[in-house]
């Protein structure tokens, strides 16, 4: 039986050190989790002159990656420095070392998750990654354990805090996205480069995980259709909310029979729909299952603590198959081969602007182009614009595939009475 565990960290910024007070100051917890010891030995760090907010001897501080892979004293590896090639080639190097890993790296997992978790098999290793997708909520371990008996048939969720954020402060204050931007970049929130949230990389790249563990197939990043938060405007979330609905950067991952699509783009949720009243950095995925029915896990998808507290989960997980020796036999091979929908098999309901020629016969030419394709509006509304010779109309569909709407939408941009597509937006969380 194991006496103790020592563990080493790669990083220490704000996960590292949510971890760090985790295991100090729970060290009561987990010695009856896992009836021993917890002792971190090594952190690896890029300045170990640097001030933290976390009391830590400098004897346990280095800079050299090697000093955490390749002692032979070390169990477990927590991977909390960011990066993806340079990471991933440490953690392959840990684990051809016998170190079982923890990461909160979604980047890594979503680019070389496959790749890594085979080497960890192989080496008799556990990698666990649950904090990579929405901090504190455990959804991963959700999917593997707590729904492995069920079929999932779709997964729809926020799962970005700072776009969340952004688009609750355009909603509630009307306030323009350049100034939401930087107030979360002031607070935190935001990066310095806000690219890979504003554009729904960050998103996509958990989708892909989520799919991945969901449907037990291999979803690649690239497999995720891809729109961000930029173009969104005030007119956009006025209209939505005048038809009753709300905006939010939804994830979706759906699957009907063998076959899958996997996005991330800002959609039009009802207001009563419970995704809808998740507000601010918090982070929420909606599960349906076709035994279970409908499931929402919820909580905060960031931050220093509720991430670390998912890290420090995965760590026990580590443990207690230490201590039963049963490390490296938790994954479990895909099931089924990747299948991904066409246009045609994706459909949904539609939300479209439109300004128009203000001249008699321009709304039944645009309804000659829906109707050609047996797609039928739900709401209308048209208006004039002030001081303009145009209207704008604002469209919501009846359910049309995806390959449909899109022929309709290049049609209508070369219609001789369409001055401007101004925006279009899917509808879900209504049934088909």
Same mark, same amino acid.
């Given at each position: 039986?194991?006496?103790?565990?020592?563990?080493?960290?790669?990083?220490?910024?704000?996960?590292?050190?949510?971890?760090?007070?985790?295991?100090?100051?729970?060290?009561?917890?987990?010695?009856?989790?896992?009836?021993?010891?917890?002792?971190?030995?090594?952190?690896?760090?890029?300045?170990?002159?640097?001030?933290?907010?976390?009391?830590?001897?400098?004897?346990?501080?280095?800079?050299?990656?090697?000093?955490?892979?390749?002692?032979?004293?070390?169990?477990?590896?927590?991977?909390?420095?960011?990066?993806?090639?340079?990471?991933?080639?440490?953690?392959?190097?840990?684990?051809?070392?016998?170190?079982?890993?923890?990461?909160?790296?979604?980047?890594?997992?979503?680019?070389?998750?496959?790749?890594?978790?085979?080497?960890?098999?192989?080496?008799?290793?556990?990698?666990?990654?649950?904090?990579?997708?929405?901090?504190?909520?455990?959804?991963?371990?959700?999917?593997?354990?707590?729904?492995?008996?069920?079929?999932?048939?779709?997964?729809?969720?926020?799962?970005?805090?700072?776009?969340?954020?952004?688009?609750?402060?355009?909603?509630?204050?009307?306030?323009?996205?350049?100034?939401?931007?930087?107030?979360?970049?002031?607070?935190?929130?935001?990066?310095?480069?806000?690219?890979?949230?504003?554009?729904?990389?960050?998103?996509?790249?958990?989708?892909?995980?989520?799919?991945?563990?969901?449907?037990?197939?291999?979803?690649?990043?690239?497999?995720?259709?891809?729109?961000?938060?930029?173009?969104? /405007?005030?007119? !956009?979330?006025?209209?939505? +909310?005048? #038809?009753?609905?709300?905006? &939010?950067?939804?994830? @979706? *991952?759906?699957?009907?029979?063998?076959?899958?699509?996997?996005?991330?783009?800002?959609?039009?949720?009802?207001?009563?729909?419970?995704?809808?009243?998740?507000?601010?950095?918090?982070?929420?995925?909606?599960?349906?299952?076709?035994?279970?029915?409908?499931?929402?896990?919820?909580?905060?998808?960031?931050?220093?603590?509720?991430?670390?507290?998912?890290?420090?989960?995965?760590?026990?997980?580590?443990?207690?198959?230490?201590?039963?020796?049963?490390?490296?036999?938790?994954?479990?091979?895909?099931?089924?081969?990747?299948?991904?929908?066409?246009?045609?098999?994706?459909?949904?309901?539609?939300?479209?602007?439109?300004?128009?020629?203000?001249?008699?016969?321009?709304?039944?030419?645009?309804?000659?182009?829906? /109707?050609?394709? !047996?797609?039928?509006?739900? +709401?209308? #509304?048209?208006?004039?614009? &002030?001081?303009?010779? @145009? *209207?704008?109309?604002?469209?919501?569909?009846?359910?049309?595939?995806?390959?449909?709407?899109?022929?309709?939408?290049?049609?209508?941009?070369?219609?001789?009475?369409?001055?401007?597509?101004?925006?279009?937006?899917?509808?879900?969380?209504?049934?088909?």
């Amino acid at each position: 039986m194991v006496q103790s565990i020592s563990v080493g960290l790669l990083g220490l910024g704000t996960v590292g050190s949510g971890v760090v007070k985790i295991i100090e100051n729970h060290q009561d917890r987990l010695m009856h989790q896992v009836g021993c010891p917890v002792k971190i030995k090594k952190i690896v760090v890029k300045d170990v002159n640097k001030d933290r907010d976390v009391k830590i001897d400098a004897s346990v501080l280095t800079t050299n990656v090697d000093d955490v892979i390749n002692d032979p004293d070390i169990d477990v590896i927590i991977e909390v420095m960011g990066g993806v090639d340079e990471t991933r080639s440490h953690i392959l190097d840990a684990l051809r070392n016998k170190k079982n890993i923890v990461t909160a790296n979604k980047d890594l997992m979503a680019l070389y998750g496959s790749e890594l978790l085979t080497v960890a098999a192989q080496n008799g290793c556990d990698i666990f990654y649950e904090a990579s997708v929405a901090g504190g909520i455990p959804i991963l371990r959700s999917l593997v354990d707590g729904l492995a008996s069920d079929r999932i048939t779709k997964m729809m969720g926020i799962v970005n805090g700072t776009t969340n954020f952004i688009l609750t402060k355009m909603n509630k204050f009307g306030s323009p996205y350049d100034e939401v931007l930087a107030e979360a970049q002031q607070l935190g929130y935001a990066e310095a480069d806000p690219t890979a949230d504003v554009e729904g990389l960050d998103a996509a790249r958990k989708m892909a995980i989520l799919a991945t563990l969901g449907f037990s197939m291999n979803i690649d990043l690239e497999d995720v259709s891809v729109k961000g938060i930029t173009d969104i /405007t005030e007119e !956009d979330l006025q209209y939505s +909310k005048q #038809l009753g609905y709300t905006m &939010k950067l939804v994830g @979706l *991952a759906n699957r009907s029979g063998d076959r899958v699509e996997v996005s991330v783009q800002p959609t039009l949720l009802p207001e009563s729909h419970p995704l809808s009243s998740v507000n601010d950095e918090y982070n929420a995925v909606y599960v349906y299952g076709e035994a279970v029915g409908e499931t929402m896990f919820y909580g905060p998808g960031a931050g220093s603590l509720p991430t670390a507290t998912a890290v420090v989960s995965d760590l026990v997980g580590v443990m207690k198959n230490m201590r039963l020796g049963i490390n490296g036999n938790s994954f479990i091979t895909p099931q089924y081969d990747k299948q991904l929908k066409a246009a045609s098999e994706i459909l949904s309901k539609y939300f479209l602007r439109i300004h128009v020629k203000d001249q008699v016969g321009a709304f039944a030419k645009i309804t000659g182009l829906f /109707t050609a394709r !047996d797609v039928s509006f739900e +709401k209308i #509304l048209q208006l004039p614009l &002030k001081e303009s010779d @145009l *209207a704008e109309i604002v469209l919501v569909t009846h359910h049309a595939s995806l390959q449909d709407y899109e022929q309709i939408l290049q049609q209508l941009r070369d219609l001789d009475v369409i001055y401007e597509v101004k925006s279009s937006y899917r509808i879900e969380g209504e049934s088909v």
